[in-house]
């Protein structure tokens, strides 16, 4: 076996065996085809895992040099190694179900993601701001959609005139389901395409090393 | 039939028939090496722009994938149209030299991601545009938009790519980008982060148009095809609908119990 | 008054991360940042070495010899952190790209295309004239946006009006977008609620 | 007129910041002092709560399947609630699981038990309520779960194995239950358990996904709530107090005020192009 082969060849023959693996199970009732693919996702399972300690070794790595050369706010590199190492000490010694691994996490990883998603609502408010411009036809329609939504919604709407709730309902179930109903089947086919090219090593996702396979 | 399981023979049919118009038009315009009529996507034109205004600013770009990025049955799709729109990308950055940042909460498309854009980078002998500390991986999705902030803020991106099975964080991200100035491209499938996008972004991808990158880019006779034989998918579609609209209509149920088969 | 430490920490992380916006980057900001990512990644490392621990090394020992091949291509992946070496992690990628991609076409055949197209053929059970035009506002909409993914037809002959329909099919998706974007404003409202209600709880109100 | 065009310009570019604060204060305020707007039951939620109470005979099984995390909990913790407290009262059994991405959701499950099922006594763990937690790997799990119980779950969430709960008699796959009572965006759930093995899905999730479920909900396969305000709405049914109704306030306000945002954003914009016109 040539090291071409190894390096190139062999990751996609990998590919493509346990995705037809994996299509296959789902239409054809052979139990050997259903129990490889069965096996072959907790193998995905497991390698995910593995892929969650290369992502936070690359992490510590990171800020590890970046406190090492004591590049700007490298005491906050240091300090985020300390809790990250805090997190595994305290989770591999007293176990994740354990009270103070919990008081770690709930008063830092909770309130902080709680926070993040409050933000939603800032920058929804000024994406509206923004985005809404109308120049063009196209930009009408998408106003005009919104502000029949958006008047339904507020509870006031439909108060003030019941018509609203009306048109707001009739708008989402038929147009809009039309609409929604082409792009998924859209999708669904374009997904369904891209897949088998990407199991016929048609499409390039970056395993491919050297000479490309498309342009680019 | 027994090596079938029942009520999935038309389905597992139609994917081989998608499967043969797919292979047939690449096949057919590979061998007659030329690029047949495309329709303009602007979306996908916006590439060549983005990298090139980040070449000029001398900045680097971004890419996200979104929170739900991950090969799960909900999200592969998209996953998997993210890294072939990103290896693209990446490959047009690192022949200019530009940066290539990435900021990914799902470990393995980190890790797939990671090895595009390193490959990208290694074939075209550009090892500024790739750093293994550019590509971070954030495990959980708040954890993941924290770091989007700083970055968009420190790093000031001249473009951002937004594809992928983008989620609640589309909004964030969007206006993230727009803040800073960048140019941005997205495109999602669930239509309710598409809006955010289309609100946010300077590009959007449609639906389709999102899984048509890698084709549409590569501008070769194969990508041409590729789009051909998704076209006569779409036409199998519409005469499933046509047809079996027009039958219903008469009475007969025939292509809804064809369906079923 | 008995108020929780964890409820006033959890108030002042939730105003420290809000203050980035509110006010400017600054330096309180990048300390929620970094201890974000700190207890992120250690959160997703101790999950990940029980996880390895308990459906691979420990079945392994037990004597399932296939569970090796999991461990083996896991392993190889870590060597993407050495730069020269780094092309031994494709394979566990392959594996996982793979099995993902063979499981979409499935769910996208089985949920996004056959069961879209049936639900389509049963709107066709028109009785009043008001369910007509329903359905056909549903199959303008429909075809026409359909028919937007058409890419590779030339514009000539009999397809001469297809741009015309594409932008037709352009204004409905618009359209939708509008509608959808209206329809978040309820789900981020109530995410910032969320935190502020807690911000005014802490305070009695 | 040099002056109040400045003024029209600077409308269309304010700093983000004001718009920042301004929204703050427009959920604050209700919150200080609740307005009391009404609230009317749409058609959706009617449907879902009359199916419920249809189809829902004592010790009948009820699935409650999380698929997110703790953001979404403003919008889905009223139906989620209210929900919980109507299967009470038709004596159901009821599972709960979690297959998000991490395990957080499991709090969500924990305040849910605490303030519903715990605080009644004719409730048992183990018996009539069961919590089996976090369970990896998005829609392959689901599908194993519909086949197989035990394939995904040997033990609940609290570690005590399948065999010493008395629930898990009556539990194989998804034929044993009555029906799914999924907060979260899984089409899995669709796939598999309602098109699959043909178990009623209801689904609850913001508001924001009521379009993307809305085919299938045409197409007959979901009951669906869709945001704070149909949770809200399902809360009024059950007729137990909650959370929901009294949100309702700073929404209505908060939509009008987008509504406004947008006007003020066109504004600068839409008077230039009249001048234009008018020259």
Same mark, same amino acid.
């Given at each position: 076996?040539?090291?071409?082969?190894?390096?190139?060849?062999?990751?996609?023959?990998?590919?493509?065996?346990?995705?037809?693996?994996?299509?296959?199970?789902?239409?054809?009732?052979?139990? #050997?085809?259903?129990?490889?693919?069965?096996?072959?996702?907790?193998?995905?399972?497991?390698? $995910?895992?593995? #892929?969650?300690?290369?992502?936070?070794?690359?992490?510590?790595?990171?800020?590890?040099?970046?406190?090492?050369?004591?590049?700007?706010?490298?005491?906050?590199?240091?300090?985020?190694?300390?809790?990250?190492?805090?997190?595994?000490?305290?989770?591999?010694? #007293?176990?994740? $179900?354990?009270?103070?691994?919990?008081?770690?996490?709930?008063?830092?990883?909770?309130?902080?993601?709680?926070?993040?998603?409050?933000?939603?609502?800032?920058?929804?408010?000024?994406?509206?701001?923004?985005?809404?411009?109308?120049?063009?036809?196209?930009?009408?329609?998408?106003?005009?959609?919104?502000?029949?939504?958006?008047?339904?919604?507020?509870?006031?709407?439909?108060?003030?005139?019941?018509?609203?709730?009306?048109? $707001?309902?009739?708008?989402?179930?038929?147009?809009?389901?039309?609409?929604?109903?082409?792009?998924?089947?859209?999708?669904?086919?374009?997904?369904?395409?891209?897949?088998?090219?990407?199991?016929?090593?048609?499409?390039?996702? $970056?395993?491919?090393?050297?000479?490309?396979?498309?342009?680019? | 039939?027994?090596?079938?399981?029942?009520?999935?023979?038309?389905?597992?049919?139609?994917?081989?028939?998608?499967?043969?118009?797919?292979?047939?038009?690449?096949?057919?315009?590979?061998?007659?090496?030329?690029?047949?009529?495309?329709?303009?996507?602007?979306?996908?034109?916006?590439?060549?722009?983005?990298?090139?205004?980040?070449?000029?600013?001398?900045?680097?770009?971004?890419?996200?994938?979104?929170?739900?990025?991950?090969?799960?049955?909900?999200?592969?799709?998209?996953?998997?149209?993210?890294?072939?729109?990103?290896?693209?990308?990446?490959?047009?950055?690192?022949?200019?030299?530009?940066?290539?940042?990435?900021?990914?909460?799902?470990?393995?498309?980190?890790?797939?991601?990671?090895?595009?854009?390193? @490959?990208?980078?290694?074939?075209?002998?550009?090892?500024?545009?790739?750093?293994?500390?550019?590509?971070?991986?954030?495990?959980?999705?708040?954890?993941?938009?924290?770091?989007?902030?700083?970055?968009?803020?420190?790093?000031?991106?001249?473009?951002?790519?937004?594809?992928?099975?983008?989620?609640?964080?589309?909004? @964030?991200?969007?206006?993230?980008?727009?803040?800073?100035?960048?140019?941005?491209?997205?495109?999602?499938?669930?239509?309710?982060?598409?809006?955010?996008?289309?609100?946010?972004?300077?590009?959007?991808?449609?639906?389709?148009?999102?899984?048509?990158?890698?084709?549409?880019?590569?501008?070769?006779?194969?990508?041409?095809?590729?789009?051909?034989?998704?076209?006569?998918?779409?036409?199998?579609?519409?005469?499933?609908?046509?047809?079996?609209?027009?039958?219903?209509?008469?009475?007969?149920?025939?292509?809804?119990?064809?369906?079923?088969? | 008054?008995?108020?929780?430490?964890?409820?006033?920490?959890?108030?002042?992380?939730?105003?420290?991360?809000?203050?980035?916006?509110?006010?400017?980057?600054? /330096?309180?900001?990048?300390?929620?940042?970094?201890?974000?990512?700190?207890?992120?990644?250690?959160?997703?490392?101790?999950?990940? /070495?029980?996880?390895?621990?308990?459906?691979? /090394?420990?079945?392994?020992?037990?004597?399932?010899?296939?569970?090796?091949?999991?461990?083996?291509?896991?392993?190889?992946?870590?060597?993407?952190?050495?730069?020269?070496?780094?092309?031994?992690?494709?394979?566990?990628?392959?594996?996982?790209?793979?099995?993902?991609?063979?499981?979409?076409?499935?769910?996208?055949?089985?949920?996004?295309?056959?069961?879209? /197209?049936?639900?389509?053929?049963?709107?066709?059970?028109?009785?009043?004239?008001?369910?007509?035009?329903?359905?056909?506002?549903?199959?303008?909409?429909?075809?026409?946006?359909?028919?937007?993914?058409?890419?590779?037809?030339?514009?000539?002959?009999?397809?001469?009006?297809?741009?015309?329909?594409?932008?037709?099919?352009?204004?409905?998706?618009?359209?939708?977008?509008?509608?959808?974007?209206?329809?978040?404003?309820?789900?981020?409202?109530?995410?910032?609620?969320?935190?502020?209600?807690?911000?005014?709880?802490?305070?009695?109100? | 007129?040099?002056?109040?065009?400045?003024?029209?310009?600077?409308?269309?570019?304010?700093?983000?910041?004001?718009?920042?604060?301004?929204?703050?204060?427009?959920?604050?305020?209700?919150?200080?002092?609740?307005?009391?707007?009404?609230?009317?039951?749409?058609?959706?939620?009617?449907?879902?709560?009359?199916?419920?109470?249809?189809?829902?005979?004592?010790?009948?099984?009820?699935?409650?399947?999380?698929?997110?995390?703790?953001?979404?909990?403003?919008?889905?913790?009223?139906?989620?609630?209210?929900?919980?407290?109507?299967?009470?009262?038709?004596?159901?059994?009821?599972?709960?699981?979690?297959?998000?991405?991490?395990?957080?959701?499991?709090?969500?499950?924990?305040?849910?038990?605490?303030?519903?099922?715990?605080?009644?006594?004719?409730?048992?763990?183990?018996?009539?309520?069961?919590?089996?937690?976090?369970?990896?790997?998005?829609?392959?799990?689901?599908?194993?779960?519909?086949?197989?119980?035990?394939?995904?779950?040997?033990?609940?969430?609290?570690?005590?194995?399948?065999?010493?709960?008395?629930?898990?008699?009556?539990?194989?796959?998804?034929?044993?239950?009555?029906?799914?009572?999924?907060?979260?965006?899984?089409?899995?759930?669709?796939?598999?358990?309602?098109?699959?093995?043909?178990?009623?899905?209801?689904?609850?999730?913001?508001?924001?996904?009521?379009?993307?479920?809305?085919?299938?909900?045409?197409?007959?396969?979901?009951?669906?709530?869709?945001?704070?305000?149909?949770?809200?709405?399902?809360?009024?049914?059950?007729?137990?107090?909650?959370?929901?109704?009294?949100?309702?306030?700073?929404?209505?306000?908060?939509?009008?005020?987008?509504?406004?945002?947008?006007?003020?954003?066109?504004?600068?914009?839409?008077?230039?192009?009249?001048?234009?016109?008018?020259?």
């Amino acid at each position: 076996m040539s090291t071409r082969f190894i390096r190139r060849d062999l990751p996609y023959v990998i590919l493509a065996v346990f995705g037809i693996l994996a299509l296959l199970s789902y239409y054809i009732a052979i139990p #050997a085809i259903e129990t490889m693919a069965g096996t072959s996702r907790t193998w995905v399972v497991v390698v $995910g895992a593995f #892929a969650v300690l290369l992502g936070a070794f690359n992490v510590v790595r990171t800020h590890i040099v970046r406190a090492y050369q004591k590049k700007k706010d490298y005491w906050l590199s240091a300090w985020l190694l300390f809790i990250y190492f805090s997190m595994i000490v305290v989770g591999l010694s #007293a176990g994740t $179900g354990s009270g103070q691994y919990k008081w770690m996490y709930g008063a830092m990883y909770t309130p902080l993601a709680q926070g993040v998603v409050g933000t939603l609502g800032l920058f929804l408010v000024s994406a509206a701001y923004r985005a809404f411009k109308i120049r063009t036809i196209e930009s009408l329609v998408f106003f005009l959609g919104f502000f029949l939504i958006a008047v339904r919604q507020a509870s006031i709407g439909p108060l003030l005139w019941p018509g609203f709730e009306t048109i $707001g309902n009739w708008v989402t179930l038929w147009p809009s389901t039309g609409t929604m109903r082409a792009v998924t089947i859209g999708l669904a086919i374009g997904t369904v395409a891209l897949a088998l090219r990407t199991l016929a090593r048609y499409e390039r996702i $970056g395993l491919e090393e050297g000479a490309m396979v498309g342009g680019g | 039939m027994i090596l079938f399981f029942q009520g999935r023979i038309t389905e597992f049919l139609l994917i081989l028939l998608f499967f043969a118009f797919q292979v047939f038009f690449i096949l057919q315009a590979t061998k007659k090496k030329e690029i047949g009529y495309i329709r303009h996507i602007s979306g996908l034109d916006a590439i060549g722009e983005i990298v090139g205004r980040a070449t000029e600013m001398g900045k680097p770009i971004h890419l996200s994938p979104g929170v739900y990025a991950g090969f799960g049955p909900g999200y592969a799709g998209p996953t998997v149209a993210a890294l072939s729109m990103f290896s693209h990308v990446s490959s047009l950055a690192a022949s200019k030299k530009v940066p290539v940042l990435a900021s990914v909460n799902d470990a393995a498309s980190y890790a797939a991601i990671d090895e595009a854009v390193r @490959v990208a980078c290694e074939s075209v002998h550009s090892p500024e545009c790739y750093k293994s500390e550019n590509i971070q991986y954030y495990a959980y999705g708040e954890a993941l938009l924290t770091g989007v902030f700083g970055t968009m803020t420190r790093m000031k991106p001249a473009g951002n790519f937004l594809i992928g099975p983008f989620g609640w964080d589309a909004v @964030v991200q969007g206006e993230l980008g727009a803040y800073a100035n960048a140019m941005q491209l997205g495109g999602t499938d669930a239509f309710a982060n598409l809006s955010m996008l289309a609100a946010t972004c300077d590009f959007l991808l449609i639906g389709e148009e999102m899984f048509a990158a890698g084709a549409y880019v590569s501008k070769d006779p194969k990508g041409a095809g590729a789009l051909r034989g998704q076209d006569l998918s779409k036409v199998v579609a519409l005469l499933f609908i046509i047809v079996g609209a027009v039958l219903w209509l008469a009475g007969n149920k025939l292509v809804f119990n064809i369906l079923g088969v | 008054m008995n108020i929780d430490p964890l409820v006033v920490i959890g108030v002042i992380w939730s105003l420290v991360i809000l203050s980035f916006l509110l006010y400017k980057e600054n /330096i309180a900001y990048r300390f929620a940042e970094y201890t974000m990512i700190g207890v992120a990644a250690g959160h997703a490392t101790v999950s990940a /070495i029980y996880l390895i621990n308990g459906s691979n /090394i420990t079945p392994l020992l037990r004597g399932n010899l296939l569970h090796i091949v999991p461990l083996f291509l896991g392993i190889m992946l870590l060597f993407k952190l050495k730069g020269e070496y780094a092309w031994l992690g494709r394979y566990g990628i392959a594996l996982v790209v793979g099995v993902g991609t063979g499981d979409v076409v499935r769910s996208q055949m089985a949920a996004s295309f056959i069961r879209q /197209i049936t639900s389509t053929l049963e709107i066709f059970t028109i009785r009043t004239a008001e369910q007509a035009f329903n359905v056909f506002v549903f199959m303008v909409a429909m075809l026409s946006t359909i028919l937007i993914f058409i890419f590779t037809v030339r514009p000539v002959g009999a397809a001469a009006p297809l741009p015309k329909v594409q932008k037709l099919g352009r204004l409905f998706v618009m359209f939708v977008l509008g509608t959808i974007f209206a329809h978040q404003i309820m789900s981020r409202v109530a995410m910032l609620a969320g935190v502020l209600q807690r911000l005014v709880a802490l305070f009695g109100f | 007129m040099a002056a109040s065009e400045s003024i029209w310009d600077k409308l269309g570019n304010l700093d983000r910041r004001i718009l920042f604060w301004a929204i703050v204060l427009i959920i604050i305020i209700p919150l200080i002092h609740p307005l009391g707007l009404p609230v009317t039951v749409s058609e959706r939620v009617r449907e879902a709560y009359n199916f419920v109470e249809k189809a829902v005979k004592p010790r009948d099984i009820a699935l409650i399947d999380l698929g997110t995390g703790l953001g979404p909990m403003p919008e889905t913790m009223p139906g989620l609630l209210a929900m919980t407290r109507q299967l009470m009262r038709l004596q159901a059994r009821i599972v709960f699981t979690t297959g998000y991405i991490s395990p957080e959701a499991v709090v969500v499950i924990e305040t849910v038990m605490d303030q519903t099922l715990r605080k009644d006594p004719k409730f048992v763990y183990g018996e009539h309520y069961v919590n089996f937690g976090w369970y990896t790997g998005g829609g392959t799990a689901i599908r194993r779960l519909a086949s197989s119980w035990k394939d995904v779950f040997t033990r609940d969430w609290y570690g005590t194995p399948n065999e010493r709960l008395p629930i898990m008699k009556d539990i194989t796959g998804a034929d044993s239950f009555r029906l799914v009572w999924h907060v979260g965006p899984e089409i899995a759930w669709i796939t598999y358990w309602k098109l699959g093995k043909n178990v009623p899905v209801l689904v609850t999730y913001m508001a924001l996904n009521i379009p993307t479920y809305l085919p299938y909900y045409a197409a007959g396969d979901i009951y669906l709530l869709g945001g704070q305000r149909e949770s809200a709405e399902y809360e009024i049914l059950v007729g137990v107090p909650g959370p929901g109704v009294p949100a309702m306030d700073y929404q209505s306000l908060g939509h009008l005020f987008v509504l406004a945002v947008v006007v003020l954003g066109n504004l600068g914009h839409i008077r230039r192009k009249l001048k234009r016109g008018t020259q």
